[in-house]
């Protein structure tokens, strides 16, 4: 059963704008049309639209997104394939949050330093972020 945007949208959990965008994205091959210039989807199109949502949700980008979909149609292509691309993510991640953490770090001291007194000019934690001192 061939399935109308709107169905698609609607059966996967998305909407109509998402199934557009995977389709420029080209994660989402484009469907034949009728006649009436209504794209008909093939009935697994929910599927993959929800392992390419699944995927974002966990972090991967749609450039990796394409990558595992490829690996998942490729059967010369082994599970190891997909365990380094996903501990490469994982790897990326914790990056991220070694980074996040030392931001927050750095907010933190700057917030110390100020008493929330006074006018904004004078601020501690804008003359902090004006000054050549590594915040850190």
Aim: proline share 4%; hydrophobic share 35%; glycine share 6%.
């Amino acid at each position: 059963m061939a399935l109308k945007i709107g169905e698609l949208a609607e059966r996967a959990a998305v909407n109509q704008q998402t199934i557009r965008y995977y389709e420029r994205e080209g994660l989402l091959p484009e469907p034949p049309r009728r006649d009436s210039g209504y794209r008909m989807f093939p009935e697994n199109a929910v599927r993959r639209v929800r392992f390419i949502k699944r995927a974002q949700e966990i972090g991967f980008s749609l450039g990796e997104i394409r990558e595992l979909l490829s690996l998942r149609i490729d059967s010369r292509r082994e599970s190891r394939d997909v365990r380094a691309l996903t501990e490469a993510k994982m790897a990326d991640i914790d990056g991220k949050i070694r980074t996040l953490k030392a931001m927050k770090t750095a907010l933190h001291r700057l917030t110390e330093r100020c008493s929330g007194c006074g006018p904004a000019n004078e601020c501690p934690i804008l003359e902090s972020i004006d000054s050549e001192e590594v915040l850190r």
